[in-house]
């Protein structure tokens, strides 16, 4: 038999642990979650915009990447104080980018790959082998920042684009040219 004491208990528990649950997020009028963008995204928005999204993408991405937080009051008169220094920040940033951006058009990155006698690649030449060249060169990029028409399946030169930021992107040449195989080295000899 329970006694009132236990009623009262259980009661209590379950009252404090529903005063731990977090609290809602503030609904847009489409009906997803209201963010404050702590950093530029691309398709989304730029560094202080208020923007709705879908619950999914707020807490598995966003948040979590430390992209965007809750649009409350607070942040938004947070962002709006420091509006300013944000925007030295990003066009400081942008600066830094187009640097990179020219120092990256001066270079060409040369990729041996098997190929034919008629210049048919046995592969194909994509985004993570150029990544691979350009770290050779000290350049450090992710596939998504390289735009490819399609897999490079041919000898010689392509034009690959490099989109370092909505706002900066560069042209790269890129060789494809055939390996040199243990046969050809010893012939050459």
């Known amino acids: 038999m329970v006694t009132t004491k236990q009623k009262s ?27 404050l963008l702590i950093q530029s995204v691309e398709h989304l928005g730029v560094q202080g915009d208020v923007v709705e999204v879908k619950r999914g993408f707020a807490f598995n991405y966003l948040i979590p990447q430390g992209l965007a937080t809750i649009a409350n009051d607070h942040h938004k008169r ?14 400081a940033r942008l600066k ?9 058009a001066k270079q060409s990155v040369t990729i041996e790959a098997n190929a034919t006698d008629e210049g048919h690649l046995y592969g194909s030449v994509g985004t993570p082998e150029i990544v691979d060249a350009l770290k050779q060169h000290e ?4 596939e998504d920042q390289l735009k490819l028409e ?3 399946k041919e000898l010689g030169l392509y034009t690959v684009t490099v989109q370092l930021h909505s706002q900066v992107q560069t042209d790269l040449k890129v060789w494809v040219v055939p ?5 050809a080295e010893s012939v050459s000899s």
């Open 78 to 91: 947070m962002v709006d104080k420091h509006r300013a220094k944000l925007q030295e920040v990003e066009q």
């Open 9 to 35: 208990i259980r009661r209590t528990r379950k009252r404090g642990s529903a005063a731990k649950r977090p609290k809602r997020l503030a609904q847009g009028p489409n009906g997803g979650v209201e963010l």
């Open 139 to 142: 350049f450090t990029l992710t």
């Open 179 to 183: 390996a040199v195989t243990k046969d």
């Open 96 to 104: 830094d980018l187009r640097v990179l951006a020219a120092e990256i």
């Open 150 to 152: 399609g897999p490079l």
